[in-house]
């Protein structure tokens, strides 16, 4: 079924294939990356990380990410492609602000095992859902569902933590479930590319920006996953 898409080819599409698509979609998310980590460590190396922490600021670019997040899902039909691409490096600068706490709580080479581990992972997911000829739509509800009960599960746990309470085991329970989670999300927005490269192919604005979109599907799956590594390595080296 999804073979087919390999055929398809539109002159007015500035990503042309298939194969050309899904690669520079890959490209926006690992550019994505890389500004995400070069932020948090040069926030850390220039010791911005704690007038950003002491002064409150970091709550300031979590609501700024979510702002961010929101605009491009609800506005993506109506924005220029180029402003979903500065809305998409913006979020990934903010994100590494944010990102910057990790380096003063986890030493150096448990980042480094959990970055390697997390693109392993990531990447063979990602290759099962670009080669699949399973049809992984009927994941979504039942991963959007799964992502609502661990947000829900992560809010008890925090409220919990506040008064004194806490469960070692069941925090290694939600990282393994929320670590498979996004490695099952991973496959589904890897094949959803195609999906929207089928349906949009024709439009070549909506198609880079369907190209933003699911870059950052697929750069919030792999952040996701590098966390909750770093959270199962931690638990081990504590």
Not at 172 to 198: E, I, P, R, S
């Amino acid at each position: 079924m999804y073979n087919d898409y390999h055929d398809i080819s539109y002159a007015q599409s500035p990503f042309g294939t298939l194969t050309q698509y899904m690669t520079k979609t890959f490209g926006w998310m690992f550019a994505g990356l890389l500004v995400t980590f070069g932020a948090g460590i040069g926030t850390v190396r220039s010791g911005l990380i704690l007038p950003l922490v002491n002064s409150g600021l970091i709550w300031a670019t979590l609501i700024g990410e979510l702002v961010l997040v929101f605009v491009l899902s609800a506005r993506i039909t109506k924005i220029q492609p180029g402003t979903a691409t500065a809305f998409f490096f913006l979020y990934a600068v903010l994100n590494g602000l944010n990102l910057a706490t990790i380096f003063l709580v986890y030493d150096l080479g448990t980042l480094i095992l959990a970055f390697l581990v997390g693109a392993v992972y990531f990447g063979v997911m990602a290759v099962y859902g670009a080669v699949t000829r399973r049809d992984l739509t009927g994941w979504g509800p039942k991963l959007l569902g799964g992502l609502v009960a661990m947000i829900v599960c992560s809010l008890v746990g925090g409220l919990l933590s506040l008064f004194g309470l806490r469960f070692g085991f069941m925090d290694l329970v939600l990282c393994a479930v929320g670590l498979l989670l996004f490695m099952g999300l991973t496959a589904y927005d890897t094949q959803m590319l195609k999906h929207h490269y089928a349906y949009f192919g024709g439009d070549a604005a909506m198609l880079h920006k369907a190209s933003i979109i699911g870059a950052l599907n697929l750069y919030l799956d792999f952040i996701n996953i590098f966390l909750y590594i770093v959270r199962i390595l931690g638990r081990r080296d504590n």
